[in-house]
């Protein structure tokens, strides 16, 4: 059964730093290109950002290009965010998924940027 748990949000003001973390199971992770999506209050729900499987090239949506860094570590089946410079606009609950499969996901974590 694939599992996937994010945590690390929380309430950030803005121009805040926040890591997001996804820790998996269930599949076969060094093999599997992964991606973080976000879902704001009443809107669709947003791909992020994706890293590729084995060292992981990367890709952005624009909203977040040069602010946020995804990263992945194999040895515990972990995929990362880095959020910089966080924006009221990124309030969001934020969840990772397999590239493949964007419908099995797990509870997401809440990310609050406010003043």
């Known amino acids: 059964e694939v599992q996937l748990v994010e945590s690390g949000g929380g309430l950030v003001q803005p121009g805040g730093s926040m890591r997001l973390s996804c820790a998996t199971s269930?599949?076969?992770?060094?093999?599997?290109?992964m991606s973080w999506l976000r879902q704001a209050p009443g809107k669709r729900l947003e791909w992020v950002s994706s890293?590729?499987?084995?060292?992981?090239?990367?890709s952005y949506a624009d909203s977040v290009k040069g602010r946020f860094i995804i990263s992945r570590d194999n040895a515990k089946n972990t995929v990362h965010l880095q959020m910089n410079n966080l924006k009221p606009e990124d309030t969001a609950v934020y969840y990772c998924?397999?590239?493949?499969?964007?419908?099995?996901r797990g509870q997401g974590t809440q990310v609050t940027v406010s003043s």
């Open positions: 998924v397999q590239v493949r499969d964007w419908g099995t």
């Open positions: 269930g599949f076969d992770f060094i093999t599997t290109a």
């Open positions: 890293i590729n499987s084995g060292w992981g090239s990367t």
